[in-house]
Structure formats: structure tokens, C-alpha cells
């Protein structure tokens, strides 16, 4: 009888303590997080205004004190919702693998593979580093070349982080002009890419291996809850370990044009009445290499400062999506002929979506 | 085993080769760590998004750094 009780306890005390850590290991610390992420972004505008003008004795409305007021409120805003944003994006992608969308392209037709294309872009995990084993490994399995362009130029274009962060900052409409006019790029100039039966000017090597025979398949695998979410938050370890330089750059430049760079300038240079407006934020893109979340802060300046969207929008999409970096590293599979295309129809059709918002909006 | 480590040379490929290392040592027994950097070899086994590792020409893992526990447990079975 005495020996009852204590075992009940045993065992109640175990199943007790048992589900709290395991519950919170697989994935239910995210429940916990949520609350404390809400509470910061709420009180982040207060604690930036105190900063700059309280803590630090600056005169609101003079040229530091509203650039250092951007400083502080970006910084906290930008990484929490980088933070979310990236957690989000990274649990959605555990669904798509590159595999996945291979065979879902294999032997599309134009048209419908090519929109397909596009919207599997926008979230397929792609880093630049993989474009080239992924880009080969399209064409071997009968992805049309031009279906694979599709895809390649939506995947950087448009940005799920890009998405996202347009979407938190700027409201939905912007971010639906971002991502319809992206997937209408890549759209189109797969499109265009893939009539203009290109596939002689990929380099001898790539047409070699796209004719050897496979060696071996991975097998799909299959994830918990857990282990998406503990995949989430290492993609956010990595992501926010590796891009806060950019955001901090990013940031230093939006609040030097936030505090400094008086408005009549700004909507001179890249406004709606300037004709070489778009082509100037493109050419001042290009070669700029940053990353979704590095050039939000610049973005946010220079709406902020009267640029017109269109412009503004090329110039994003000049940043994120043509980038000199990859750029290099297609060339190993493509002949000059081939990338000076890829990138001339892309860089036409960032132009194109320039002139039409500043035309319409 | 032979444990072959697939990337072009970028960070994450040079931090998934030092795990597969690092498990090799730690799981004993006669285990090989090869790096590949060859993309047509890649296309030819089927890769898509480096890093990825194989264990004996079979591919694990693609598109990700996996831990160097997550390949000690895939030596074992």
C-alpha cells in the first residue's frame, strides 16, 4: 500500500515532466516567441524617438537627429522582421524542395511550363552557389531551356524575403506590383529566351553532361513538424548571421538620405517627370550587391523622399535580381553570347516595369 | 564508408566537408572523406543545390548543412 503512491507519483511526475521540454523541442518555443517578437516591434518606435532625442540630446526635425532617429528605429525593425520573415519563408521552403519543382517542369510546354516556372521561383530555396549543378540539373531531366530561364530569373527577382519585407513595410498593393510584375519578367523572357532555340551557346562541357547517363537518384525525404521548424530556425541563424552587415550599410545609406538629401533632389532625380530616371536606377543597381534586406531601408528613404515607385521598384530589382556575382558564376555554363541575353532581356524587361508604375501610379 | 562531399567551394560546402570529417573521426572504423567539386559530376549524380553528401554513392542530403551527428548517425545505419 505504502509503496502505491509513490510509484503513482513516479510515473505521474514523469509523464508530467516529460511533455513540457519535449514539447517546447519540438518546435513549441515558436508559440513562446511570438508574444516577446510582437511586444518589441510595438514598443521599438518609442524606444528609437528616446534614443536619438532623449539619450542622446539631438533636436528633433534637424538633419542628425532624423537621421539618427531612422538609424535606430530601422535597425531593431528591420532585423525583427527579417527575423520573421526568414523563419517563415525558410518553414514554407522545407515543402518545396529543388527536386520537387525539377520534376514538376520536366517536359513542360511553353507557356504554362514557363509560368509554372516563375511561380516555383519565388520560393524554391536558391542560392547562387547552387545555380549551376541546378540549371544542368533542370536540363537533364527535360526542363525546357527556356522553362529553366523562366525559373532562374524569377528565383533572385523575386525575393520571398523581398516579398515579405514589402509587404510588412509597405502594405500589400506594393507587394503584389513586385511579385506580378517579377513573374511577368521572368515569364516573358523565358518565353522570348526559349524560342530563340539558345541551347548551342551553352559551353561544351554542359552539353557533354547533359548527355551522360544518371548515376544514382536521391531518395525524397520526409520531414517532421519538428524538424521543419528546427530547420526554420537554423535558416534564420544563418540568414540574419550572414546579411546584418548589408542591412547595417543598408540602413546607414536610408538615414543619410532620410536626414540629408533634400526632397526636391530626390523627386528630381528619380522622379516621375525625369526621363532617365529608370535607366539610372538600374544602371546604379547593377553592380550594387546587396541582399533583399539590405536595400529595404534605402527603399523606405527614398519613397520617403518623393522618388516615384517605378523608379524606386527598378532600382530594387536591379539590386536583388541582377547581380554581378551570379552573373559570373552562369557564365561558367553559358557562352557570352547566352548571358549577354539572359541579362539584356532581363535588365529590358526592369526597365519596362519602371516606366509603366511611373506612367500609371 | 566513403563519405563524398559535394559543392563548388563555397562557405557552407567547406563547413559540411568538416563535419563529415568530424564524424568520420568520431564513428570510428574505416570511413573515407571525398570532396568534389566538379560540377559535371554533380549534373551526372543527380545534384541540385549544394552542399550535398553522398555515403557510399548514395546521396543523404542536398541543399543543406547537416551536423555532424546527423552524418555520424547516417554511417551507422
Given amino acids: 500500500m505504502s509503496e502505491r503512491p509513490g510509484c503513482e507519483c513516479a510515473c505521474a511526475s514523469e509523464k508530467g515532466a516529460v511533455p513540457p521540454p519535449s514539447f517546447l523541442r519540438r518546435g513549441g518555443w515558436v508559440l513562446l516567441a511570438l508574444p516577446v517578437w510582437i511586444l518589441l516591434y510595438a514598443v521599438n518606435h518609442r524606444i528609437s524617438e528616446w534614443a536619438a532625442f532623449g539619450l542622446f540630446k539631438l533636436t528633433p526635425k534637424s538633419h542628425l537627429g532624423e537621421a539618427v532617429a531612422f538609424f535606430f528605429y530601422d535597425v531593431p525593425k528591420v532585423l525583427l522582421l527579417l527575423t520573421l520573415i526568414v523563419f517563415i519563408v525558410t518553414f514554407l521552403q522545407t515543402f518545396v524542395s529543388p527536386t520537387k519543382v525539377r520534376n514538376a517542369l520536366a517536359r513542360r510546354a511553353p507557356g504554362i511550363g514557363n509560368a509554372l516556372g516563375s511561380v516555383f521561383g519565388i520560393l524554391t530555396p536558391f542560392c547562387s552557389c547552387s545555380a549551376v549543378p541546378l540549371f544542368i540539373g533542370f536540363l537533364r531531366a527535360g526542363v525546357p531551356l527556356g522553362v529553366t530561364f523562366s525559373f532562374l530569373v524569377a528565383a533572385p527577382m523575386i525575393n520571398e524575403v523581398a516579398l515579405g519585407m514589402l509587404f510588412a513595410m509597405f502594405g500589400w498593393k506594393i507587394a503584389l506590383i513586385y511579385a506580378g510584375t517579377g513573374l511577368s519578367i521572368a515569364f516573358i523572357a523565358g518565353l522570348v529566351l526559349g524560342r530563340m532555340s539558345m541551347e548551342r551557346h551553352l559551353e561544351g562541357w554542359v552539353q557533354d553532361a547533359l548527355k551522360a547517363p544518371a548515376m544514382g537518384e536521391s531518395e525524397e525525404e520526409h520531414l517532421t513538424l519538428a524538424a521543419r521548424i528546427a530547420e526554420a530556425t537554423q535558416g534564420v541563424k544563418d540568414i540574419v548571421g550572414k546579411v546584418w552587415p548589408y542591412i547595417l550599410v543598408g540602413i546607414l545609406v536610408g538615414a543619410f538620405i532620410h536626414g540629408y538629401v533634400p526632397e526636391s533632389f530626390m523627386a528630381g532625380l528619380l522622379g516621375k517627370k525625369t526621363w532617365y530616371s529608370v535607366p539610372l536606377a538600374v544602371a546604379v543597381g547593377v553592380p550594387l550587391y546587396s541582399n533583399a534586406a539590405g536595400v529595404m531601408p534605402i527603399v523606405e528613404a527614398l519613397l520617403g523622399k518623393g522618388a516615384a515607385l517605378g523608379s524606386t521598384l527598378a532600382f530594387m530589382m536591379a539590386v536583388i535580381g541582377l547581380s554581378l556575382p551570379e552573373t559570373i558564376i552562369l557564365r561558367k555554363v553559358m557562352r557570352p553570347r547566352l548571358i549577354a541575353t539572359f541579362v539584356g532581356v532581363v535588365a529590358l524587361g526592369i526597365l519596362l516595369v519602371g516606366y509603366l508604375f511611373n506612367a500609371i501610379l | ?77
Fill in chain 2, 1 to 77: 564508408m566513403l563519405i563524398e562531399v559535394f559543392g563548388p567551394g563555397c562557405a557552407k560546402c567547406q563547413t559540411l566537408e568538416k563535419h563529415a570529417r568530424h564524424a568520420a573521426e568520431q564513428s570510428g572504423g574505416d570511413h573515407q572523406v571525398v570532396k568534389i567539386s566538379d560540377y559535371a559530376t554533380m549534373a551526372i549524380r543527380g545534384i541540385l543545390s549544394t552542399p550535398a553528401l553522398a555515403i557510399d554513392g548514395q546521396l543523404k542530403s542536398q541543399g543543406k548543412v547537416i551536423s555532424s551527428d546527423e552524418i555520424a548517425a547516417l554511417l551507422k545505419g
